[in-house]
């Protein structure tokens, strides 16, 4: 789960900790630019090769159709998002910083700073595309983008810094990784346990970096997707507690991934939110 981070009084920067509110499988994904679709089945002469290979493609929209933006009962559902692939994004008393490292992909080295309210303020948002085609996570972000930055006039930019972190390497013996049984899911990352499938080992260093209070960088050289669920004694577990028995975070990585977290400075992309309305505009 995602959940904010040391502070200043005036700004934040967020990235992995404790918490209780699930977000999706954190990455970097590079845009989709075209969504292949297939004919309708109506009687047609025979197609060649050739001419299936040049059937029409439809450009992804650019924004939703109908979208409802509004600010969350104080004593609101637990924290929601929908699952995707989808035609529609929901989020159910979800805060606007959240939605907004979604957005703009602000997941594991990435950080945002932004103004203290962003954190506490919670909001409602129902959007669809017409149609039925089913947005990927990476195809949905330009759309939450777009209504973001229309409906609360958000503006941002970003600054690459040199900061304080972890690298991530093959520890002696060998990875001990689960290759990925599935597409990605939410995942989510509590005080003891981090949990998530379908990801990259670039991502698995940045949340690991994170829990380990810096950025994570991957020196590793290994490829392909794993899932992980990796236990770890929390850092006010009481004496004595079933979570105290867990080994600490860098024993945990090399007992139960093989890997090994070392410090480093790490080169870190900082989301900077320069503007940002509390109020949205209306639906």
């Not at 998002?81 to 994004?89: A, G, K, Q």
């Not at 085609?133 to 941002?156: A, D, G, I, W, Y």
């Not at 093959?170 to 939410?186: D, F, M, S």
Request: charged share 15%; proline share 7%; hydrophobic share 40%.
């Amino acid at each position: 789960m995602w959940t904010r981070a040391p502070h200043d009084s005036t700004s934040r920067c967020c990235s992995f900790a404790s918490g209780t509110i699930p977000i999706l499988a954190v990455a970097l994904f590079a845009l989709a630019s075209l969504l292949t679709l297939s004919f309708a089945a109506i009687p047609a002469p025979c197609q060649s090769a050739s001419q299936a290979a040049t059937a029409p493609t439809l450009p992804l929209p650019l924004a939703f159709d109908v979208a409802s933006v509004r600010l969350s009962a104080s004593n609101g559902p637990r924290p929601y998002i929908n699952d995707l692939p989808s035609n529609r994004f929901t989020a159910t008393n979800y805060p606007l910083f959240n939605l907004i490292r979604i957005a703009y992909g602000a997941t594991g080295n990435n950080r945002i700073t932004a103004p203290e309210w962003l954190f506490d303020t919670h909001y409602d948002i129902n959007a669809q595309i017409d149609g039925n085609t089913k947005l990927t996570h990476e195809q949905m972000m330009p759309l939450l983008r777009q209504l973001l930055e229309e409906r609360f006039h958000l503006v941002v930019h970003h600054e690459e810094k040199d900061v304080s972190g972890y690298a991530l390497v093959v520890a002696k013996g060998g990875p001990k990784l689960n290759p990925t049984k599935g597409a990605k899911q939410y995942g989510y990352f509590l005080s003891n346990e981090l949990r998530f499938q379908n990801v990259s080992i670039k991502e698995i260093a940045a949340m690991l970096g994170g829990a380990a209070g810096g950025a994570g960088i991957d020196k590793t050289g290994i490829t392909g997707n794993y899932d992980i669920d990796l236990k770890f004694a929390s850092a006010n577990a009481r004496e004595g507690s079933a979570d105290a028995a867990l080994p600490d975070l860098f024993t945990a990585v090399q007992e139960q991934l093989g890997l090994k977290l070392v410090p480093q400075k790490i080169p870190v992309d900082f989301l900077i939110v320069d503007h940002v309305d509390r109020t949205p505009t209306e639906n």
